[in-house]
């Protein structure tokens, strides 16, 4: 199926990335949203766990090797054509995961991978649902973690 004018919608999963007390962002190379900030991730295989898939699509797109904490939010991402039609319509279920491994290395769908302060957040070109969902993330590292990290 393609992923522009899909049948249905597409199972996207998204990891917002911790090292200490920075979040690990990619620039968009692929559409929607090329050159854009956002948390790295992809779709979902048949077969694949969403945290297994949120490990693959880490490793895919930045070499980071993580752990994956718990269940976020669920966001869905639909974008229209000129026309009104559904161009891309996806489900993105984001987790929060910990970084074990790896230095940021933009492959796959990423042209930058890189850690950003909370505070940079605002500066960069990102989608304002994908900023606040680091932020609910954040508060919950602290639940899943137990260690409050500010």
């Given at each position: ?114 850690w ?21 993330a ?13």
């Open positions: 199926m393609s992923r522009a004018y899909p049948e249905r919608p597409i199972v996207g999963v998204g990891a917002v990335v911790w090292c200490h007390d920075k979040v690990l962002l990619i620039r968009r190379a692929k559409p929607p949203r090329v050159g854009s900030w956002s948390i790295p991730g992809g779709a979902q295989k048949v077969g694949e766990t969403v945290f297994e898939a949120a490990r693959r699509e880490i490793m895919e797109e930045t070499t980071i090797d993580i752990r994956v904490l718990g269940l976020v939010d669920v966001v869905d991402s639909i974008r229209h054509d000129e026309n009104g039609r559904v161009q891309y319509h996806y489900t993105l279920v984001d987790v929060v995961g910990e970084w074990r491994d790896g230095e940021p290395t933009p492959l796959d769908d990423a042209a930058e991978a890189a950003f302060d909370l505070d940079q957040l605002d500066t960069l070109d990102m989608w304002s649902e994908t900023i606040r969902v680091i932020h609910l954040h508060d919950k590292r602290t639940e899943f973690t137990g260690i409050d990290r500010d």
